[in-house]
């Protein structure tokens, strides 16, 4: 169902005002949407590609804001939900609408889905990542893609990690937020006992006097691994570290001190994959 945003000639359009365009307003603001979208049970796909990923995923379009040249983009998935409101306007207007320039000309305002069950999460993996504080969603997303292309069957993320389903995690993360199940833990520690009933190895990525390099664990073949990664600068809380079984750590060469930790993701997630 096609709506057109643009006011009558000489008309006045203030976008606060307009409870249509509510799921839109303040996009650039990270912060607010961070606890503002799951409040409100809902989350943005940003792209004609993310919409189709999510929508492949099985999740629920609430609303669709789009410039009028997308249209065409997306008339099959508009014609799948044609009872679903597509807000559509030129670009000028719809970025006085979100705060930022739509560069991708396509966003969707999607219906969270339920939050999974940690103990059906565990119950067939044998790789787990575990995303301690990580605040940069561009870092979230992009060791969501990793995890899913190199053998990562889960993800948990603790109470002050970014959110995967920013619109920005997202879309670094190429829509794979979608196709790799992850669980919100209230606090991660209480995981550990379920992590260890489940047959779970704890290895702390981070660099330790007892740090064992990364192909040495990997030839120890742990049957269930359970990877952290901690946030950028401060690493691998200090609680952390002692709940893990071992800390692993990547030989740099040259002088290099370290790698961004969705660099050393990708290569802690290759070198431990599950053989």
Not at 6 to 19: E, F, L, N
Request: hydrophobic share 50%; net charge negative; aromatic share 6%.
């Amino acid at each position: 169902m096609i709506v057109d945003l643009t006011p009558a000639d000489g008309a006045a359009y203030d976008p606060a005002s307009d409870p249509r365009v509510a799921d839109y307003l303040a996009m650039s603001d990270a912060a607010l949407r961070q606890v503002a979208d799951p409040a409100a049970g809902r989350y943005i796909a940003e792209s004609t590609t993310v919409v189709r990923r999510a929508i492949a995923a099985g999740h629920t379009p609430r609303s669709f804001f789009l410039a009028r040249k997308h249209v065409p983009a997306l008339a099959d998935l508009l014609e799948q939900f044609d009872d679903v409101p597509a807000y559509v306007g030129e670009p000028e207007l719809l970025e006085a609408i979100a705060g930022f320039h739509l560069h991708r000309g396509a966003l969707a305002a999607m219906q969270r889905p339920a939050a999974l069950d940690l103990g059906t999460v565990l119950q067939d993996a044998r790789r787990i990542a575990i995303l301690e504080d990580i605040a940069d969603h561009t870092n979230v997303g992009a060791i969501f893609r990793s995890a899913a292309a190199l053998g990562i069957d889960a993800v948990l993320i603790t109470p002050r990690c970014a959110d995967p389903l920013y619109r920005r995690a997202i879309r670094v993360s190429m829509g794979t937020v979608f196709q790799i199940p992850w669980v919100r833990l209230g606090v991660w520690h209480d995981a550990v006992a379920h992590l260890r009933a489940a047959g779970f190895t704890l290895a702390a990525l981070e660099v330790t006097d007892e740090a064992l390099p990364v192909d040495d664990v990997a030839a120890q073949n742990h049957e269930k691994l359970a990877l952290i990664l901690g946030t950028e600068g401060a690493g691998v809380s200090a609680a952390a570290l002692a709940n893990s079984d071992l800390q692993v750590v990547i030989p740099m060469a040259a002088g290099v001190d370290s790698l961004n930790v969705a660099a050393a993701s990708a290569v802690a997630f290759w070198e431990l994959r599950a053989r």
